[in-house]
């Protein structure tokens, strides 16, 4: 769902000179789509998540001779082992009952496209120094925020797109504003949260804001009323 590189978060931050020194992005899938590859490009330190065993080979030949540490796992509640769904970019926890494949797509869960994999509590892989963070994993991430012991300048979420609303939109937002955070700007599927002592948003960018949810909620309404007629 993500901008081809360069990145609309790289660019509008290479704007404003703001450094990062370890960057994270939880839910990578394929590496060449990463919303963070043109940071790694420019040898920061990057934290790289995914839970899919069949792309992460691919992410470390991809990635090799750049600052990467990769956890093949997926970011959960609990440590232990979670069933996902295969959904191709939008595999999911299969016990969720709303994900992007789900909402979107309408994808039924099949005993063939569900496997198993690892899963722990991102406390256990957040140092404390993440500084740039990308979260994209079809609707749990509200578990990679409720245990993050950083506090990044940048936190990047996915938590709309289409017909999708994320599930715990509620606990992210009530998160960002006690953690003094607020929203930077929307894209079709993000929104890209900073903290209040890096920058605030300026005029344009919240009326960017306001234009791009105006534009969300019209295209939902659209969409919806298409599928009602089919």
Not at 75 to 84: F, Q
């Amino acid at each position: 769902m993500n901008d081809q590189p360069l990145k609309r978060i790289y660019r509008n931050l290479k704007k404003r000179n703001i450094v990062f020194h370890h960057i994270c992005e939880v839910g990578v899938h394929l590496p060449e789509t990463s919303n963070i590859i043109d940071f790694i490009k420019d040898g920061i330190r990057a934290t790289l998540v995914e839970a899919d065993p069949q792309t992460n080979e691919k992410i470390k030949a991809y990635f090799s001779g750049n600052n990467i540490e990769l956890f093949p796992m997926a970011i959960w509640d609990y440590n232990g082992t979670l069933k996902l769904s295969r959904a191709a970019a939008s595999t999911f926890a299969t016990e969720l009952k709303v994900s992007p494949a789900i909402i979107n797509d309408q994808y039924k869960v099949s005993e063939e496209n569900t496997f198993e994999v690892p899963c722990r509590v991102f406390s256990d892989i957040d140092d404390g120094t993440i500084d740039l963070l990308s979260i994209d994993i079809e609707g749990c991430e509200w578990y990679v925020v409720k245990h993050l012991k950083s506090r990044p300048s940048i936190i990047s979420v996915e938590t709309h797109g289409k017909y999708y609303t994320n599930p715990f939109i509620n606990e992210i937002i009530t998160w960002m504003q006690r953690e003094n955070y607020v929203i930077w700007y929307k894209d079709r599927s993000d929104t890209v949260f900073v903290r209040k002592n890096i920058f605030l948003p300026n005029k344009r960018d919240k009326m960017n804001t306001i234009i791009c949810e105006w534009r969300l909620g019209l295209k939902k309404i659209k969409r919806n009323f298409k599928r009602k007629q089919r």
